[in-house]
């Protein structure tokens, strides 16, 4: 019934979209109409603002895109761009889900579970995770947010201060490094001329506050901005408590009419959250508020402090534009599972590399080729984990993960409606374990995996606003750490192997009257997928094996339209199947032809916004996924996912150069029993974490500039 619902709407909604920009066409000025058409640009590479590290080049068309738009017009594969800025006055954005739900093929987990952090799923790519992304790569202005060994966490983020999000769905793998599910950037906001100050303050359902501080300054050679944020919520399941604060630190100079330099500079700390845990399906349906039994016994939860700098330069070379960056981030952490023996772990964790780009504009077209490095050391150990109370050490041991890579790409303008791209990169991974724990013997050892991987893409333009891409890439993803330890003991598991994946993608994006669209199909196939899994000994403490084979194919659309000068519409959704092709687990049943556990088949949002130029904005949006299962052997269905949710904001201009806006929003407006959580082949049944019930948030934000 919801879903029937949720089409109608949708349909309806597209349907007034089509009628009015028929019969009002001429409503829009003509500066608006025409910023759809792409006039005929020169073809060179499109360098992305702040960006310095080798794995994050664009070859790409320079475009003009609507500031509605959401579609990158002149990549060769399928691309989003997610602009913030009516996001910022309207909501909390506590974490990247709210603009990435935008985005068609992706699924955001653990919105209201801390210890977890953010687990984000690109056309079925990163569901595996038990904490964190996994197989995307994410960048902050061009820094790499993704480790060594491809774990990526987004709890340094502070998304009040972004511009937008992009995001690219498909592999990437010779631009990003292993990442079969693309890549996410994250990028700044400009910091405006001359001295400003913002100062927020939110408040909202089930005990969160929140108070964000910023001061800013730019002169004609340089800017700094400094933020702050402090964050506390009580949660809305038992046990799921949080508190963060968090500091950013940027700014940049020109330091010659050649060259500018840029850093950046980031401090989380977190003290404590708690973790819920997941769920029966029936504990689920009695109260989904409870937290599991063992997490409350056992005190699961976490503590992080996190510190990151990242120093970047752009300098122009006679004909070549270089690129060179350089990052180093220190992480502690600590964590309870629910567990007794080794469920205490912590570990101190150091990330640090740098990487060159050099890029030029031939005759023939651009081109770019670059040099990347990162080495990872973490001092892991665990201990028992006596209800709560630190206990004896069970483990101790020295991991270091390096990683370099190199690549090439070239761009050749075949014509001067044909553009063909391609890159290819090779990537070494080495693992090195030094057991420290010498009481049961030395598990120490070590594995190395080297790829080559690569892609092939075209853009072929229809006609001035509609453009045909499409492409083949080959990704290969390394186990990290964390998957590679032995569920029969310490050490390494010396049988787990790399993923590795055959991506097709046909797509075609463009303009209609005043509609911009992108539609894209796609076909996946993976050798050696790696698939979670639990032991009755150490439950909520994942293990990985290799599947045979596995294959996802599915469709995405995307169509945002301004009906009046007033009025948007946006609409996304994909729909696809993931199924393994060949895979027998370790009880010996065949599980080929059933569906990836954790994957949701069809997601859609629809979003209706209305702006005044008086200030108001009202916003109304649905977001509905169904079709999971939980398990491998698709023997229990995940609950479907339906949330109606609204906001409205006032942004009001004060003569005397302060801005002050308001605003509110109400989330799960129908009280849906909904998923935040979907923990893909848990031990004891326990699959499921609650998305809280019907909840209102609201807040204000005061700047000025001078």
Not at 453 to 479: E, I, K, M, Q, R
Request: net charge negative.
């Amino acid at each position: 019934m919801r879903l029937s619902v949720f089409f109608s709407v949708c349909f309806t909604l597209s349907a007034i979209v089509s009628t009015e920009a028929g019969a009002q066409e001429s409503m829009l000025p003509a500066t608006v109409v025409s910023s759809f058409e792409r006039a005929p640009v020169e073809r060179n590479i499109k360098k992305p603002q702040s960006i310095s590290a080798a794995a994050v080049v664009v070859l790409s068309r320079p475009v003009e895109i609507h500031p509605l738009s959401t579609s990158v017009a002149e990549e060769p594969s399928a691309a989003t761009v997610i602009p913030l800025d009516s996001l910022v006055n309207s909501h909390a954005l506590l974490n990247i889900n709210e603009p990435l739900k935008r985005v068609p093929g992706i699924k955001v987990w653990s919105s209201n579970n801390y210890s977890q952090d953010t687990r984000v799923s690109v056309r079925g790519f990163g569901t595996r995770s038990a904490f964190g992304m996994r197989g995307v790569r994410l960048y902050l202005e061009g820094i790499p947010l993704t480790l060594a060994d491809g774990q990526s966490f987004l709890d340094s983020i502070d998304l009040s201060s972004a511009e937008s999000v992009e995001v690219t769905r498909a592999a990437s793998a010779a631009r990003y490094g292993g990442a079969s599910g693309g890549a996410i950037h994250i990028r700044l906001r400009d910091v405006p001329n001359g001295s400003s100050t913002e100062q927020s303050f939110s408040a909202g359902s089930y005990g969160f506050q929140q108070w964000r501080s910023a001061v800013s300054h730019r002169d004609e050679k340089s800017f700094w901005e400094l933020r702050f944020s402090d964050t506390q919520v009580d949660g809305w399941r038992e046990q799921s408590s949080t508190g963060i604060e968090s500091l950013l630190l940027r700014g940049g100079t020109q330091i010659s009419d050649h060259t500018e330099l840029s850093i950046i500079a980031s401090y989380v700390d977190s003290p404590w959250s708690g973790d819920p845990g997941g769920l029966k399906l029936a504990e689920l349906q009695d109260d989904p508020r409870q937290a599991a039994p063992n997490n409350k016994r056992y005190r699961a939860g976490e503590a992080v402090r996190d510190t990151l700098i990242g120093i970047s330069a752009e300098t122009l070379l006679r004909e070549n534009t270089v690129e060179t960056s350089v990052f180093l981030n220190q992480r502690d952490f600590a964590n309870r599972l629910p567990f007794r023996n080794g469920g205490a772990v912590s570990f101190n964790r150091e990330f640090y590399g740098g990487a060159i780009t050099v890029s030029r504009d031939l005759e023939s077209g651009a081109i770019a080729g670059g040099i990347d490095v990162s080495v990872q050391k973490d001092r892991r150990k665990r201990f028992d984990n006596n209800f709560g109370t630190i206990g004896d050490l069970k483990l101790d041991q020295r991991e270091q993960v390096t990683q370099i890579g190199a690549f090439l790409q070239k761009e050749w303008e075949l014509s001067p409606d044909l553009t063909l791209s391609s890159s290819v990169r090779f990537q070494s991974n080495r693992y090195q374990l030094n057991d420290e724990f010498l009481v049961n013997g030395n598990d120490s050892g070590q594995r190395s995996f080297n790829d080559l991987t690569g892609n092939l893409g075209f853009v072929y333009d229809l006609s001035p606003a509609v453009s045909l891409f499409g492409g083949f890439h080959h990704a290969s993803d390394a186990p990290t750490t964390t998957e590679l330890l032995s569920p029969t003991g310490q050490g390494l598991n010396a049988n787990l192997q790399n993923a590795s994946s055959n991506h097709f993608e046909l797509g075609l994006r463009g303009t209609v009257g005043r509609s911009a669209f992108e539609l894209a199909a796609f076909h996946i196939r993976t050798e050696n997928e790696l698939i979670p899994f639990e032991l009755s000994s150490s439950p909520g403490r994942r293990f990985f094996r290799n599947a045979g084979e596995t294959e996802r194919f599915g469709v995405e659309f995307q169509v945002e339209s301004q009906i009046t000068e007033q009025l948007s519409f946006l609409l996304s959704g994909s729909s696809g199947s993931f199924t393994f092709d060949s895979f027998t687990d370790s009880s010996g049943v065949s599980l080929a032809g059933n569906e990836l556990a954790g994957v949701y088949q069809h997601n859609f949002f629809s979003e209706l916004r209305y702006q005044t130029d008086s200030g108001w904005t009202a916003a109304l949006d649905v977001e509905a996924s169904y079709d999971a299962f939980a398990d491998d052997r698709n023997q229990v269905k995940a609950p479907d996912h339906f949330s109606l949710n609204a906001s409205l904001s006032y942004r009001h201009n004060f003569e005397n150069g302060w801005v002050v806006t308001p605003w509110v929003r109400a989330t799960n407006l129908t009280g849906e029993s909904n998923l935040d959580n979907l923990r893909a082949n848990a031990g004891f049944g326990r699959y499921f974490e609650a998305a809280p019930g019907a909840a209102v948030e609201g807040g204000v934000k005061v700047s000025k500039a001078w």
